[in-house]
């Protein structure tokens, strides 16, 4: 079942092009890793998907349904896009309660074991590193059981082993079939979980594959030097510099 298209999607900002011909689609389940160098058009395209921002031409579709410019409420998402919104004089865990739609805990405590956050969640948000605050950002983003979830750079800050936590975390709900979208730097971690892979260069999709066929091109294997061919080649065919 496919959750999401986007047809041709374009968004300008005083005559400069931040998106060009966007097409892609999601399925139940999926993860799709977004790839790009910075000011790509990668976080603006994310907040288009997420109905965070307009843009001028193009059609989106949420499970079949078109939908209109800015409005996805006909189904749940979660996302963390850039800093998390947490209120610091809050423990994590009443952060948590505040966003979350009901009175059953289940779900919180659910979430909080997933990410490994026992520890910490009933102190104040304030008190917390880089790494904490960013897992509690994905944690939000995880409630209210959403059929898609929008993910920009959920690695940053985080330890190895918080890294692994919030890994197998995607992982598990991918398993449920919830529907992600993950942008992240880190490419050996997008290695370890998307389904397919969208590099994005001056707002334009020049790539849609798996990380298995970009592998294969790249002269030792690696998913980073594949990725540094594949630009060097755009540009090269565009005149880019």
Do not use: C, W
């Not at 990668?42 to 907040?47: F, S, Y």
């Not at 910490?120 to 959403?146: C, D, E, R, W």
Request: zero cysteines; hydrophobic letters at 35%; charged letters at 25%.
């Amino acid at each position: 079942m496919t959750i999401l298209i986007a047809e041709d999607i374009n968004k300008k900002i005083r005559g400069k092009e931040l998106l060009k011909n966007i097409n892609l689609s999601l399925g139940q389940g999926e993860i799709i890793g977004l790839i790009g160098e910075n000011g790509a058009g990668k976080t603006t395209l994310m907040n288009v998907l997420l109905g965070l921002t307009d843009y001028q031409s193009g059609v989106m579709r949420v499970e079949g349904k078109e939908v209109p410019n800015l409005n996805h409420s006909s189904i749940k998402i979660g996302a963390l896009i850039e800093q998390p919104g947490i209120y610091p004089f809050l423990t994590g865990y009443d952060n948590l309660k505040l966003f979350h739609e009901g009175s059953d805990s289940e779900e919180i405590n659910q979430i909080i074991n997933d990410l490994n956050m026992s520890e910490y969640i009933h102190k104040k948000a304030k008190t917390y590193s880089l790494g904490m605050k960013q897992k509690l950002g994905v944690a939000l983003s995880f409630l209210n059981h959403p059929k898609m979830i929008f993910l920009d750079e959920p690695m940053n800050g985080l330890d190895p082993q918080a890294i692994r936590d919030v890994r197998n975390a995607i992982l598990k709900r991918a398993d449920e079939g919830v529907s992600f979208f993950i942008s992240s730097h880190i490419l050996s971690e997008l290695e370890k979980v998307t389904n397919t892979l969208l590099i994005l260069n001056n707002g334009e999709i020049i790539s849609e594959t798996t990380v298995e066929e970009i592998k294969k091109d790249a002269e030792d294997g690696d998913l980073e030097t594949a990725f540094l061919q594949i630009l060097d080649e755009k540009r090269s065919s565009s005149g880019e510099k």
